[in-house]
Structures are given as C-alpha cells and as structure tokens.
C-alpha cells in the first residue's frame, strides 16, 4: 500500500508538472544570436518522414523541431524513392507538407514545403525547397524536375555531394549536369555538411561557384537517438533574414546569407561567420591584477556550440594554453601579459573550430577597455 501511495504520489506530481508548463524545448537548446541587420534563423532543410525511407510521421519532426528551438524545417521526401509506398500508398507528394503544417500551425515555426529529387550519379540528389506543388516535380528526366523547381520559384541546393555511394573517394564530383544547372540558374546552394561529413571540398566548390552554403541533418530516424544521445546537436543551417518570415527566408538564401553549423563546427562566407563570431562571444569582465601587467579577461559564450579559439596576439597568455574552449553558454578566464598597462587592447583570437575556407579560420577581435 504504501509503494502504492508513493508511486500515485510521484505520478500525480509529474502529472502536475507536465500541466503547468506547455513547452516542447529540449535541456539543450540551439541559440545563436543575431547578427547586425539580421535575425539567425536555426534551419534544417532536408528531413526525411515515412513518406519517403524516414521512419517516423511528419508530427514527431514538428515536435523534434521545437524541442531543439529551430526557427524553420523542411520535410524534403524523396520524390522517386518510395520504400513504404506499400503500407503507406500516397499519389499526393505533398501529403507530409501537409501534415507538418497542421502539426505546426500552433508554433512559431516556419514549415518549408520541400522535395528531394533523387537521381543516381552524377545528377545525385538535390533539394528543391519553397516550392508550391511537388507531383509536378516528379518527371522521368531530372532536367525537367529542375525546370519545373525553377517555375515553383524553388531554392534548389545539391545534397551530400561528397557521398560516398555516389563518390567512391568521398569528393564531390562536379558534372556538366550540375554546371548546366548553376549557368541556367536551377541550382542555388549545396550542402557542405550533411549529418556528420564536412566536406571541405564541397566548400571549395561553394566558393568557386557562388553556391549558398548549407548544412543539414537529413535524419531518417529520431533526432535523439542520431544526435543528442551522443552529445552532439543535429547539423543546421543559420540562415541570415531580415526578419523571422518565409519570404525573408528565402530571400536570404538565394543572397547566400548563410552559415552552417554542426557543434563546434561553423562553415561560411566570412563576411556572415565574422560577424556571428563577434555576437558569439562577449566580454564580461577585463581588470588587470594589482600590481601586474597582467590583464584578466572573462569571456562569455552565448552561443549552444562549444568553441575553440587559438591565440593570434603578440601578447602571450598566463597560466592558459595558447589554445582553448570556451564551453557552449560557459565563461572562459583569459590572462593576457600586455607588458604595461594599456587603456584598451584588441583581443584578436582565431577561431580554430570554423572555417571560411577549407583549411582557413578567421580571426576576430573584440575592443577590450580595461577598468
Ligand atoms: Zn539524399
Ligand atoms: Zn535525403
């Protein structure tokens, strides 16, 4: 009786608790923050549901969406490929747009309607998204898919180009078809991290040919059980939008307003990873200890990705590493041996963990005043 009594005890307190708040937000948040003329949007654009080989119902990617704070989603099915076509027969492609948008029609999350078109190499698989009907995108010739994209209006980005089961050697491959695509204007971005794989090559291949910088999850099972389980979040794309809206979405992305993000991992323009950077982190405290030309630097990371810095000064560090992390939503204590006592310093760090090149960091500095 009395295990009885406890065990109705704890449910009703849990029932209780469940009552009161009505939030789906997970213990681990992404946040980032805003940077100047522009809102950071937290997008994952290539999901996949069980109306193409996902495994799970359109609601359970509204529900992940909101646990991990994103601000937009795309559920991109595969159009051609159809594995529970037989337990789930659907001649309406947009079918889990649909679902998704009822699911999320209480939220303050954007739903992007979106497709794969799935092709073996070299067309390989891309992601049409903002379109506006996806059976018209369903064509025997992948060119006519593209062309039916561009007529939606659609932002088209090539997925997993370095993939190995298209690309033995895990290098994205840069055909005439996809050539053909980027001068026609039917192909706008390209993923450089898809799931756990950064390619820097499919960076290079961003660079060369102005091509929007992605990164995405492309999730088949649970959110939790591939990603958080495991410590890490899933891969994002922030998106640069002057406000929090699908037009502004769009429009940013067909700019190229972009960063992708997997953990402590940021690839992007530097003109949009610079500024993230600076926003990132913040200067909370910088005193020199008395009687020294030592100044103390606390650092804030406001950010859910834990970063790594290397020093780019000619002042050294005491009792620090050249090399260091300031933990995600942690403080850092940085002690810089300025040699005498400046009334203000730049702190110019290189930010290891991110690139804007492959195999290049930038450097940010923040203005230091010293009291
Ligand atoms: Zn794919
Ligand atoms: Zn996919």
Redesign the pocket.
Known sequence: MKTYLTLLFILSSVLFISAQEHTHQSLRPLSFPDIPGYKSLKTDL?I?TVF?DGYVWPNIRVMEALRDNLDAISL?E?LEYQPHSKDIPHPDRNRSYNIAIEEAKEHDLIIVHGS?ITRSAPMG?N?AVFITNANPILKEKAEDAFKEAKKQDAFVFW??PAWYNQSPQGNPILSDFQKERIKKGELHGIEVINAVDYAQESLALALEHNLTIMGTS?I?GLIDWDYTEKGNHRPITLVFAKEKSLSSMQEALFAGRTVAVYNGLMVGKEEFLVPLLEASIKVKEAIYHEDTEIVQIILENTTSSSLLFENAMDFSFYSNSPVFEIPAFGTFTLQVKTLQRLPRLKLSLKAIGTFVAPRTSPIISWEIIPE
């Open positions: 290539h996949h193409s991109t595969h794969e698989h992601n997925n997993h492309d088949h």
